[in-house]
């Protein structure tokens, strides 16, 4: 939050909830601990989790006490596994993370064999006496979703579930999808919970790392100039964009199963939905946090699967041309079906019953080879009741808006109207922007950064509690059964494009027209 606040070491187990403040500057480290990551020779951990570590570890942030023991099938041996450790060093790099692989090991076996588990517990013990990790530990799921289960249980099963002798917490960071639908993300949790505790399983959503979804927080809440405008009053509509230019990629065959709605929207757009219209917290920490985030996703409208067609557009798009390149359309990518029914594109109207938001539209939208990539949040404010040069003097003013910039360029824009210069008295909008480049140069934090800390330190608030999952689940619920149904009917949009004309229908419907980024 960009210096304002720091929220550490909330303990929902205990009971235990504070707000620590540190100095500007002043690093953040974990205590003694072995993080160990399940999937460790594998495209996550590569390209996110050892980077992350590795930029840790050369800004001074990872404790003198600080282990890591990569597990997964890949048949390695420790020096191996320290090897592909190096490769990931930060290219202006003072040495940290060099000497920090050195103390590293790596556990090669499968995940459903005893004998990987009982070695890892003999590799943690020793690390624990050698190296001083003090009994705790973090265990990072970097596997496909299949595994979680039987990762944890074979966990608890070798006593791996709880800290080792003198040690304070033993964690369960677990990457999504959560589940497929509401029905397996509770099976999911059924089979978590019976190996760790809630207040054990971080589940990571990498958006919640971002600075912009973190300063919702203190725009809102340490701003007296926009919370009293933060409600139906002044607010007209909310737009959620997620919108990117690249296509599925090498992606197909997990696409095919996923499709926008599962991708996108069940979890980065609920998450940002829930931080930007939720309640204040009684405190910054977070259980309190998450706990409002709770009740706004419990407040948005459930429709049934009649009226989720009516309120809901799905498309997939064709060939076209993205930053002057010609692009196949998604029938022609690798791994995907030619005659595919997956949505690349969701356009969604949504409402949310309570005092603050009653009768306020929410339209969101996600889609893939979109004309852009870019994430943002705007609160599309009411028009003047009247304005006295109405008519050509107005014609390029637009409602008044404060848009949240999520990716790529993270920063805040409010959109106003100004008189344009010369004789006549005509107004139109312009734009006043904060960029995070400009007021911190030197760049912010990677997502997994911040996360892989927060995990670390025990701090939940950017985590997605089990609740939280499930609510997310049943509100998409009647879209999957309408899109099972074949309800509505796919529609095609150009690649290149800002998605197709029926999501502009929807939104144009009420009188509004969509923001592009």
């Known amino acids: 939050m960009s210096g304002l606040l720091r929220v550490e070491g909330a303990q929902e187990a205990r009971g235990e909830a504070h707000l620590l403040t540190v100095e500007p500057g002043e690093p953040r480290r974990p205590g003694p601990l072995a993080l160990v990551v399940f999937g460790a020779s594998g495209d996550l951990a590569h390209r996110k989790i050892l980077p992350a570590l590795a930029q840790l570890a050369d800004h001074d942030a990872l404790g003198d006490g600080f282990s890591l023991v990569g597990v997964a099938r ?52 020793e690390l ?44 369960l960071v677990v990457e999504k999808p959560f589940g497929s639908d509401l029905a397996s993300a509770a099976k999911l949790d059924e089979e978590l919970h019976q190996a760790f505790r809630e207040d054990q399983i971080f589940r990571i959503d990498h958006y919640m790392g971002k600075e912009t979804v973190q300063n919702v927080l203190a725009l ?32 197909g065959t997990f696409y095919e199963s996923a499709g926008a709605l599962r991708d996108i929207v069940q979890n980065h757009v609920m998450q940002v939905l829930s ?106 404010f009411q028009r003047p009741p009247h304005l006295p040069f109405a008519g050509k003097l107005a014609r390029d003013l637009r409602p008044d808006a404060l848009t949240l910039r999520i990716q790529p360029d993270e920063g805040i824009s409010l959109c106003f109207g100004a008189k344009v210069p010369g004789p006549e008295f005509r107004v139109r909008s312009v ?28 701090d939940a608030t950017l985590f997605i509690r089990s609740d939280e999952v499930d609510q997310a689940w049943a509100i998409v ?41």
Not at 75 to 94: G, H, M, Q, T, Y
Not at 96 to 125: C, H, I, M, N, P
Not at 309 to 335: H, K
Not at 495 to 500: I, M
């Open 74 to 125: 890949t048949e390695w041996n420790d020096e191996e596994f320290r090897k592909v450790c190096l490769e990931v060093a930060p290219v202006e790099s003072a040495g940290g993370w060099e000497r920090l692989v050195q103390r590293f090991r790596y556990v090669s076996g499968d995940y459903g064999d005893e004998a990987t588990f009982a070695k890892l517990a003999g590799v943690l013990a």
């Open 128 to 171: 624990d006496k050698e190296q001083a990790s003090g009994g705790n530990r973090v265990y990072y799921l970097a596997t496909i979703p299949a595994l979680f289960g039987p990762v944890a249980r074979a966990l608890a099963a070798h006593g791996l579930a709880e800290p080792g002798r003198g040690g304070e917490f033993a964690r």
């Open 220 to 251: 809102r809440f340490a701003n007296s100039i926009f919370e009293p405008i933060w409600n139906r009053r002044y607010v007209d509509h909310v737009q959620v964009t997620v919108a990117e230019s690249l296509g599925v990629e090498h992606r």
């Open 275 to 380: 931080l930007t219209l939720m309640e204040p917290p009684s405190q910054m920490e977070a259980s309190s946090i998450r706990d409002e985030k709770v009740k706004l996703l419990r407040s948005v409208v459930v429709p049934d699967v009649d009226e989720a067609v009516n309120d809901v557009v799905r498309a997939q798009y064709t060939a076209g041309i993205i930053d002057g390149a010609a692009v196949p359309g998604y029938r022609s990518e690798e791994g995907v079906s030619p005659t595919s029914e997956t949505e690349t594109y969701i356009a969604m109207h949504l409402l949310v019953d309570n005092w603050r938001w009653a009768g306020v539209p929410v339209y969101v939208r996600t889609g893939k080879r979109l004309a852009r990539r870019a994430t943002e949040v705007s609160m599309i």
């Open 431 to 458: 734009s006043m922007d904060f960029s995070y480049a400009d007021a911190f140069p030197g760049g912010t934090a990677e997502a997994y950064e911040r996360l892989l800390l927060d995990a670390m330190t025990g």
């Open 477 to 517: 619920a009647p879209i999957q059964q309408a899109f099972l149904d074949g309800e509505p009917p796919l529609a095609r949009y150009r690649a290149g494009s800002w998605g197709p004309i029926e999501a502009d229908r929807l939104i144009e419907g009420s009188g509004r027209q969509w923001r592009n980024p």
